[in-house]
């Protein structure tokens, strides 16, 4: 069953506009590609760009359920595809006694009774529209890049008991990276591929403002302007969009309304995790507001 995600860029921009996600031109085309063509979407780009909402955007935009592989150093089969029951199994095989044969009991245990399905295998059985959304890909070890070829390309899974389990309805798939390191061309060859990157002022003012429209629109301006002088600075974790958010959901509840050098520093700890950072910027901004 196919399923028909957007009908145009121009659609997939203005549904995940609805969905409270903004997309640049470059964005929703290949969003919509994404659903168009049926092939896995690989974005990549700084923590904090809004690689993971997109995933988000699009199923709240279509009605989808997400399903969500994060992926992490240690990540193997059990994790991500499925895994046998084994404790329910050994009971089944105690329950069974000397009654059955072993080819019997092989037939009696591995069957779904007895199946755990994980993040890829779920996604790939279900009959809903649905969004697989596998998270930092970038993290897992090299070989569990192996395990995803098969569901990239062919969106299948094999499991040697049962067979080859088929999509009835492809999942929208959305792989994200911090690009910590290079992820495999035989993941790329079966991707469509958009880098993402933090916004320019003018549009992380509208998200802000879309996100937190109670905020004055003159702090939002001078909260994504400092934010964007942050970014500039070598830190340890420059800021994401979500803690620009953050930042400006924290100015509302405390009634700031003026961005000035004392408010940045009773509030800074809203976008900056790190004490060195914390030091870092407000020498920063200090300095640029004296030189102003």
Not at 86 to 111: M, N, P
Request: charged residues 30%; aromatic residues 6%; negative net charge.
């Amino acid at each position: 069953m196919r399923q028909r995600w957007f009908s145009s860029p121009d659609d997939a921009a203005e549904r995940l506009r609805a969905a409270g996600y903004l997309a640049d031109t470059a964005t929703a085309t290949t969003t919509f590609l994404t659903g168009a063509l049926e092939k896995p979407l690989l974005l990549e780009g700084p923590a904090g760009v809004g690689k993971t909402e997109l995933a988000k955007a699009v199923a709240r935009a279509c009605g989808a359920d997400l399903v969500r592989l994060q992926c992490y150093e240690g990540l193997d089969e059990a994790r991500a595809l499925y895994e046998w029951n084994y404790k329910k199994q050994l009971l089944r095989i105690q329950a069974a006694g000397g009654d059955q044969d072993w080819s019997s009991t092989h037939d009696d245990i591995f069957d779904e009774e007895f199946l755990l399905t994980r993040p890829l295998l779920t996604a790939i059985r279900r009959e809903e529209p649905t969004v697989l959304l596998i998270d930092e890909v970038d993290k897992t070890d090299v070989e569990v890049e192996g395990l995803l070829l098969e569901v990239l390309s062919d969106f299948q899974v094999t499991i040697p008991e049962l067979g080859t389990i088929t999509a009835t309805c492809r999942p929208f798939v959305v792989l994200t990276s911090n690009a910590t390191r290079e992820l495999s061309e035989a993941v790329k060859r079966r991707c469509l591929y958009l880098h993402l990157d933090y916004p320019d002022l003018e549009r992380e003012r509208e998200i802000v403002m879309g996100q937190v429209p109670e905020v004055d629109e003159a702090v939002a301006r001078q909260v994504v302007e400092v934010v964007g002088r942050l970014r500039d600075l070598d830190l340890k974790k420059a800021p994401s969009i979500a803690e620009t958010i953050d930042w400006a959901r924290t100015l509302v509840a405390l009634e700031i309304g003026d961005l000035d050098e004392a408010a940045v520093v009773a509030t800074l700890g809203a976008v900056l995790k790190h004490a060195s950072d914390l030091d870092k910027a407000v020498r920063e901004l200090k300095a640029h507001r004296r030189t102003r």
